[in-house]
């Protein structure tokens, strides 16, 4: 039960050939200039972007100069980004802030070129906020249940990669850079509660690298799991021959990569019967320190959060199901 995301292809290496010589010289000045302060993963948002609108504007726009552009051709253009490529809101604005920044790029930087040029993308108006999927919020006796039962089927390698990520809350891109040379279960901070990584790994954040941070994992909760796992991923290792760092594995024992984890997330789904996405995991892991009691600063410091507003958008526990100190208002009705 996947959570469903239509996609139309438009772009292909044939199309991009064609694209107009000077928005291709355009597209890669900005995304140099980009690459100064913003990570390798946002670059490629952007030129996928660039790629499917230059694509659009060659198939329906005669491969017209991105500077010559009138505010009615670019609004065509969004109104088949939501027409044809069934953008919802979030999309939409990616796509809208793409082409603005390289509307400000030019504006700003090249205005010796194109003196007249002015943005008018930031015109064109921009789709109202949605919700477009429903939210996954997983309950601690689900989890426990669930990895009681990837413990008898000895499916240990799964229920080390959840332990993980309920245990640290990292990000899906995050999970797999911990590897078994940063673990060292005598390494531990705040009353020997979390296992502090022995070194940094590479998180999101401006720049080329990111923001670089030591991941904390819960202790009891990571530790049983990956201690299962390991001898089951020292036999494949030995029978295959390699040895690498990764704690994760593919079938013939080379590193698991995103795919491998998407493949589980599908089994998963199946056997739960709910939409599962690692970013809930990160959901609960602050939901689940939350109820026990930790300290919202706590919280923020070993997520590496700039804002303690983090802590509650990520802290799933409604008004209800906090535990609120009512003695006094208990006794004041009592008096009633």
């Known amino acids: 039960m996947a959570r469903k995301t239509f996609k139309n292809v438009i772009t292909s290496e044939e199309k991009l050939e064609k694209i107009n010589p000077k928005n291709k010289t355009l597209m890669n000045m900005f995304l140099n200039n980009l690459k100064k ?127 993980l990520v309920i245990s640290c809350g990292a990000r899906f891109s995050e999970l797999l850079r911990i590897s078994t040379d940063l673990i060292d279960e005598n390494h531990t901070v705040i009353d020997g509660i979390f296992l502090e990584t022995l070194e940094e790994i590479q998180t999101k954040g401006r720049g080329q690298n990111g923001k670089m941070l030591k991941k904390y994992l819960i202790k009891d909760i990571f530790l049983p799991y990956y201690k299962l796992w390991l001898p089951e991923r020292a036999r494949i290792l030995k029978e295959k021959g390699l040895n690498h760092n990764s704690i994760f594995l593919k079938k013939n024992g080379e590193p698991a990569t995103p795919a491998v984890v998407r493949n589980w997330v599908k089994g998963w ?41 983090m802590v509650n958008l990520y802290d799933d526990t409604t008004f209800l199901e906090k535990d609120f100190d009512l003695k006094d208002l208990k006794g004041v009705l009592k008096k009633k």
């Open 269 to 309: 789904e199946d056997e739960l019967g709910m939409d599962i996405y690692i970013h809930a995991f990160r959901h609960y892991w602050a939901t689940w320190l939350s109820n026990k009691n930790v300290n919202p600063a706590l919280i923020q410091s070993l997520q590496g959060w700039e804002s303690a507003d």
């Open 37 to 163: 302060n913003h990570s390798d993963g946002t670059i490629k948002v952007y030129r996928s972007n660039f790629n499917i609108f230059f694509v659009w504007n060659l198939e329906n726009n005669d491969n017209k100069f991105f500077i010559n552009l009138r505010k009615i051709e670019l609004n065509e253009f969004f109104d088949y980004c939501v027409s044809e490529l069934k953008y919802n809101s979030a999309r939409y604005s990616n796509m809208h802030s793409s082409l603005s920044s390289l509307s400000n790029f030019i504006e700003n930087m090249l205005d010796d070129d194109y003196p007249d040029f002015r943005n008018i993308v930031k015109k064109i108006d921009k789709l109202p906020s949605e919700k477009v999927r429903k939210k996954t919020i997983i309950k601690e006796e689900v989890i426990d249940e669930f990895l009681n039962k990837l413990k008898k089927e000895k499916r240990y390698q799964e229920a080390c990669y959840i332990a």
